[in-house]
């Protein structure tokens, strides 16, 4: 099993920045992907930004120009990076880890954090 525990939310004013964290650790494993995706109660699940194996980064629209993602393969932890914040970026934030299991077997598997409240008010 592998266990995903996000970090660093809380309340910032508007045109503030945060920097969210997202650690992986437990059984051996290697990491495909890393996502971070975010949630408003009554809404969807949104997919907000990732980085792939090779370390390409992407990023919702909404998002684009703002957040930056960046990993430190060594801790296993991807980092999210938030500028200029607005109210809509309020919400809870969940890290999507992508891995491959090698103990017993080797399979893909997905792992999901529990979340991280981020609350953008003045």
């Known amino acids: 099993q592998v266990r995903v525990m996000e970090s660093g939310g809380g309340l910032v004013q508007p045109g503030g920045s945060l920097r969210l964290s997202c650690a992986a650790s437990g059984s051996t494993f290697s990491i495909n992907a890393m996502e971070w995706h975010r949630q408003v109660l009554g809404e969807q699940r949104e997919w907000v930004a990732g980085t792939s194996a090779d370390g390409t980064t992407a990023f919702a629209d909404s998002v684009k120009g703002r957040f930056t993602v960046s990993r430190d393969n060594a801790k296993n932890t991807v980092y999210l990076q938030m500028n200029s914040l607005k109210p809509e970026d309020t919400a809870v934030y969940y890290c999507?880890?992508?891995?491959?299991?090698?103990?017993?077997?080797?399979?893909?598997?997905?792992?999901w954090g529990s979340g991280t409240q981020v609350t953008v008010s003045s």
């Open positions: 999507k880890v992508v891995v491959i299991m090698k103990d017993p077997i080797q399979y893909e598997a997905d792992f």
